[in-house]
């Protein structure tokens, strides 16, 4: 009577360490096919956007790669530093540029909490936030940052992916506005006609990531990570990726973070994360935004209500041309 259930204690074994030997051989196949389409994924950020691959509208590629040192992968247009030369050939009219602006990065922060990246404000954005919540109207370009965590992700999933939005209350690149309409606050069209700013307008955005984005090092030429670029307007915001700074970990600081340009941030000036609105959309601010703008910018950018020939409306909470009717260039 032993003996038969010896067999069948011994047959059970067998067939559950044949079990074993297919699910390990099963695990094994999925996690190489999976390794497989990840290093596919990171070939595929490798390659570079020339004007021919992404090119819309324009016939010529303004942007300014043929003089750029040969490891720079991120290339401004030739008549502006902040503007992508492969869709613009021209900047925006002072009174034109703020609602392109607005719309670059609503889109962007609804993009990236619609996929789960993790980003902030940074910089001359900060700044804006700081005083108002709203863009500064001489600002031509924003600036954001994202963790590794985060760069890692974009890179392996989202690389030169295309985001379209219907978008209301802009008008055309095209159009161009007089003084007196400038100052009435209509936008005219190249004949003169009046833009209907009612109307949806459809827009795409690039979400491209710098193919160096994994050197940790400070990169003269590479320290933007990515770029959330307006496909008809050549606006972008600039994003770049806070680190865990491994030289200052390796002498005993700990909690040191940094950037590849050179900007250097103890953890808890970052984290954790305070949310808040820009733009009429919501966003995430660094914990010690106060002091971290005193830091960049001086005391001064706290208090002066004065600068690029604006002046601070306190009732309205707005930035104003210094006179009416006098629009900075």
Request: charged share 25%; hydrophobic share 35%; proline share 5%.
């Amino acid at each position: 009577m032993r003996r038969p259930r010896l067999m069948m204690l011994l047959v059970q074994i067998f067939t559950f360490v044949a079990f074993l030997s297919c699910f390990q051989f099963a695990w094994t196949s999925a996690f190489s096919k999976e390794q497989k389409n990840f290093n596919d994924v990171r070939r595929l950020q490798k390659r570079h956007a020339n004007f021919n691959e992404v090119r819309t509208r324009l016939k010529t590629d303004r942007s300014g790669a043929e003089g750029d040192n040969p490891q720079k992968y991120f290339h401004e247009s030739r008549f502006h530093p902040h503007y992508d030369g492969r869709f613009a050939d021209h900047p925006l009219l002072y009174d034109h540029r703020p609602p392109h602006l607005t719309a670059l990065v609503q889109t962007y922060l609804s993009t990236m909490s619609s996929i789960g990246a993790e980003t902030w404000l940074m910089h001359g954005s900060l700044l804006g936030w700081w005083w108002n919540q709203r863009i500064m109207p001489w600002d031509t370009d924003l600036d954001l940052m994202i963790s590794e965590r985060t760069i890692h992700y974009l890179a392996a999933y989202y690389n030169m992916s295309i985001h379209h939005f219907d978008i209301y209350g802009i008008p055309q690149p095209q159009a161009k506005t007089n003084a007196k309409a400038a100052m009435d606050g209509v936008h005219l069209g190249p004949g003169n006609e009046k833009i209907d700013l009612t109307l949806a307008v459809p827009r795409d955005y690039l979400l491209e990531i710098n193919p160096h984005y994994s050197n940790d090092s400070s990169d003269t030429y590479n320290h933007i990570d990515a770029r959330w670029v307006d496909m008809t307007t050549g606006l972008f915001i600039d994003i770049t990726t806070l680190r865990h700074n491994l030289t200052a970990e390796a002498l005993g600081m700990k909690n040191r973070m940094k950037c590849k340009d050179g900007h250097k941030y103890w953890y808890d000036e970052i984290y954790p994360l305070r949310d808040s609105q820009f733009e009429g959309t919501s966003v995430k601010v660094p914990h010690a935004y106060s002091s971290l703008l005193v830091e960049e910018y001086g005391p001064g950018a706290l208090t002066d209500t004065s600068y690029e020939n604006h002046v601070f409306n306190q009732e309205k909470m707005i930035w104003e041309p210094f006179k009416a009717g006098k629009r900075p260039k």
